[in-house]
């Protein structure tokens, strides 16, 4: 996931990788349900691996690969709340834990998660919050040991929506194997799901989705 992260000092966030596409974007029309994906190369790559889950929909994709949640958090206002979605679907943590940016706790990566859904809340945008996928190794930063930091780090995003009434999808369950890492048949590299790996995060994303669309009419 390194591999994608064109970080340098003057943008460190990368706020220039979506600009023209957020300029050349119209607001929504009144009666469109805008979602915004926010993430990593797991969400930038879903676009490209399995196309037709965005077709015909009003699903915008944000990811920017390599990614982490520091650097999410300060492009959240333009690739986000800017965009005037109705729900935002954020997937994110796992190259902090791979140290992308350098190490940082799992206090880190929470806090910057959380921030993110305030900011989101906070200007009428109801949350989607996904389970970290599972992964045992880093092929570009071995040695993170990260199967049980995912879990811990999954176990505090569970907590905090159950207990803000945020939606939350547990990605983690399905496609682990018995190393708590990705499972072979849904992502080669062991980080990032195929075709077979997105048909499993698919369902699970549009049930929320759905769920989060509903509470919003019923307001």
């Keep these: ?3 994608y992260n064109t970080v340098n000092a003057q943008d460190w966030a990368n706020l220039n990788y979506y600009r023209k596409a957020n300029t050349l974007l119209e607001n929504p029309a009144n ?5 915004v994906f926010m993430g990593n190369s797991i969400t930038e790559f879903w676009k490209n691996i399995h196309p037709d889950f965005f077709v015909g929909k009003t699903y915008i994709n944000r990811g920017i690969g390599g990614q982490t949640t520091s650097q999410m958090l300060l492009r959240f206002r333009a690739d986000v709340i800017n965009l005037h979605p109705k729900v935002v679907v954020f997937l994110g943590g796992t190259n902090d834990i791979a140290g992308n940016t350098g190490d940082v706790t799992l206090d880190v990566i929470e806090d910057n998660i959380f921030s993110m859904i305030e900011l989101a809340r906070a200007n009428d945008i109801s949350v989607v919050l996904c389970s970290v996928l599972p992964v045992f190794e880093y092929s570009w930063s071995p040695g993170k040991e990260p199967a049980e930091k995912i879990i811990e780090l999954n176990k505090a995003l ?4 159950e207990t803000h ?3 939350f999808v547990d990605f983690h369950t399905p496609m682990k194997d018995e190393r708590n890492g990705l499972r072979i048949e849904l992502g080669e590299d062991g980080v990032h799901p195929n075709v077979a790996g997105y048909l499993i995060m698919e369902p699970l994303v549009e049930e929320a989705i759905s769920k989060e669309i509903q509470k919003i ?3």
């Design 31 to 35: 009666n469109e349900d805008r979602v």
């Design 158 to 161: 569970r907590f905090y929506a």
């Design 1 to 3: 996931m390194a591999l």
């Design 217 to 219: 009419k019923a307001k």
């Design 165 to 167: 009434d945020i939606t």
